[in-house]
């Protein structure tokens, strides 16, 4: 079984967002997800692995496989080709809400957007909170 790399750690999330972010707008849009986020979810960021900056956690366990671990409920990283937003879960109400939110690429895992301006927040917030409520009934503490 291979080991998990990303696992919270104490790094400032701070000096990675002024030192990682690669553009103004990038800074300016991580520090203001930073003031969303935390506050839409109460709890502190925290630097998972080298490069994602998570909210709150929770236990899984893979249905595939025996892999388990910790992850964040939500989080974000501010990568060189856009901003990875990991706020979405795969249910009726979120792929509802993709529909709303604006202009945006989809990755595997997660939602890809060049500047927070182009998403409607109201529905990001939305979106949080369905995957928050998911993920919490799916893997309970």
């Given at each position: 079984?291979?080991?998990?790399?990303?696992?919270?750690?104490d790094?400032?999330?701070?000096d990675?967002?002024?030192?990682?972010?690669?553009?103004?707008?990038?800074?300016?849009d991580?520090?203001?997800?930073?003031?969303?986020?935390?506050?839409?979810?109460?709890?502190?960021?925290?630097?998972?692995?080298p490069s994602?900056?998570?909210?709150?956690s929770?236990?899984y366990?893979?249905?595939?496989?025996?892999?388990?671990?910790?992850?964040?409920?939500?989080?974000?990283?501010?990568?060189?080709?856009?901003?990875?937003?990991?706020?979405?879960?795969?249910?009726?109400?979120?792929?509802a809400?993709?529909?709303?939110?604006?202009?945006?690429?989809?990755?595997?895992?997660?939602?890809?957007v060049?500047?927070?301006s182009?998403?409607?927040?109201?529905?990001f917030?939305?979106?949080?909170?369905?995957?928050?409520q998911?993920?919490q009934?799916?893997?309970?503490?």
């Amino acid at each position: 079984m291979s080991t998990i790399k990303t696992l919270v750690n104490d790094s400032s999330v701070a000096d990675f967002i002024s030192s990682f972010a690669d553009t103004e707008q990038k800074r300016s849009d991580s520090f203001e997800l930073l003031k969303i986020m935390e506050s839409y979810t109460g709890h502190q960021p925290k630097m998972w692995g080298p490069s994602i900056i998570g909210f709150g956690s929770y236990h899984y366990k893979s249905e595939r496989s025996r892999q388990e671990g910790d992850w964040p409920l939500v989080g974000f990283s501010p990568r060189k080709a856009a901003i990875s937003l990991y706020v979405y879960m795969a249910t009726p109400v979120n792929d509802a809400l993709l529909e709303e939110l604006g202009k945006f690429k989809m990755g595997k895992g997660c939602i890809y957007v060049k500047k927070l301006s182009d998403i409607n927040m109201e529905v990001f917030r939305k979106m949080m909170g369905e995957t928050i409520q998911r993920l919490q009934e799916k893997f309970p503490a």
